[in-house]
T-cell receptor, first 112, second 114 residues
């Protein structure tokens, strides 16, 4: 079945540091890939997505590239801010269905 | 404003007392789903619905029921809650047309069963 594995946190960075959160997946066919962000006390918000191999999703300075050869969708940001502190979830949706399969989430704390 | 509305936001209840968490969306989405979020486990799907009167089990359906009598509403029912159902619950919806990739999530319901 489909599954997502992402690096465990918490990740603590200083403001303006470079961020990478690793995400790899297992799926049949060609899934769509997503990063969701959950700010404290809130629901999940779509951060970015990619629907086919080599697509790059980007939003708010975050980027992730759909790498089919390595089955990965790593999240990156060149310079994090305190306001980026949140939990980040990698997810996939198989072509045949509508359910999202989530990773376990990575907590990010950015300190001033 | 397009949104998914869950109620209540917080609920403390006792073991065995039936409860319902409501979910409503105003985007005319066909697909709706319930997830629970637990530390170290991420989000796991409980039930989903492809359209009115069409529901199916997700990964962790035991102890839950759902119904979809109207397109906009998808309530989650716990007939006899137990402490292991203490969790943070999210409802989500999505359109099924071409290009509809995004899921909209509610703000969550934090349930404590004592």
């Amino acid at each position: 079945g489909n599954s997502v594995t992402q690096m465990e946190g918490p990740v603590t960075l200083s403001e303006e540091a470079f961020l990478t959160i690793n995400c790899t997946y297992t799926a049949t066919g060609y899934p769509s890939l997503f990063w969701y962000v959950q700010y404290p006390g809130e629901g999940l918000q779509l951060l970015l997505k990619a629907t086919k191999a080599d697509d790059k999703g980007s939003n708010k300075g975050f980027e992730a590239t759909y790498r089919k050869e390595t089955t990965s969708f790593h999240l990156e940001k060149g310079s994090v801010q305190v306001s980026d502190s949140a939990v980040y979830f990698c997810a996939l949706r198989g072509r045949a269905g509508y359910a999202l399969n989530f990773g376990k989430g990575t907590s990010l704390l950015v300190t001033p | 404003e397009a949104q998914v509305t869950q109620n209540p936001r917080y609920l403390i209840t006792v073991t065995g007392k039936k409860l319902t968490v409501t979910c409503s969306q105003n985007m005319n989405h066909e697909y709706m789903s319930w997830y629970r979020q637990d530390p170290g486990l991420g989000l796991r799907q409980i039930y989903y619905s492809m359209n009115v009167e069409v529901t199916d089990k997700g990964d962790v359906p035991e102890g839950y029921k759902v119904s979809r009598k109207e397109k906009r509403n998808f309530p989650l029912i716990l007939e006899s809650p137990s402490p292991n159902q203490t969790s943070l619950y999210f409802c989500a919806s999505r359109g099924t047309g071409i290009g509809n990739y995004g899921y909209t999530f509610g703000s969550g319901t934090r349930l404590t069963v004592v």
